[in-house]
């Protein structure tokens, strides 16, 4: 499969990366580092589960800092500043109707790398959320859910917070 060379992600959401990879690079490296220097401490690495887990860690913490520095370098960060709040946009909250349960439910549209249903936060490439790009407050898309057809009203458009 084809690696996409850009992705859109919030401006939010790009500052959190920032923030974890400094947290990344500076804290928790640090905490790292004193975790294997006091298991070296120790004696005898052949046979030490306190040095393996810390060098495991160093490890997985070097790979998300690799993971998060590439993502970076690959993203298209989308300002909400110039958006008017009128269309639905990437880093617009959306609330909608499901016309048929007459459930209501609000999401905020994010670019792929930070898309988390449990958190409310779908992708612009989803279903839902390509449906309702460009859209405006009043309007009926339809959404084809795996050969079922939902129809959404959109009832409110709100900006990104900056």
Do not use: F, H, W
């Not at 947290?23 to 589960?49: F, T």
């Not at 007459?102 to 988390?116: D, L």
């Amino acid at each position: 499969m084809a690696e996409k060379l850009s992705n859109v992600i919030t401006t939010e959401g790009y500052k959190k990366l920032e923030d974890e990879l400094q947290n990344r690079k500076v804290v928790i490296r640090a905490e790292i580092a004193q975790k294997i220097k006091e298991a070296r401490e120790q004696g005898d690495l052949s046979e030490n589960a306190e040095y393996d887990a810390a060098k495991d860690e160093q490890r997985e913490n070097e790979e998300r800092i690799e993971e998060i520095e590439k993502i970076m370098k690959t993203v298209t960060v989308v300002d909400s500043a110039d958006d008017d709040g009128k269309k639905v946009n990437i880093g617009s909250i959306v609330k909608i109707l499901d016309i048929e349960l007459e459930e209501e439910e609000e999401y905020k549209i994010v670019g792929s790398t930070e898309a988390n249903s449990l958190q409310g936060k779908i992708s612009n490439e989803s279903p839902v959320g390509s449906a309702l790009l460009g859209k405006k407050k009043g309007q009926t898309v339809k959404v084809d859910l795996g050969g079922e057809t939902i129809s959404y009203k959109i009832l409110s458009i709100k900006k990104e917070e900056q």
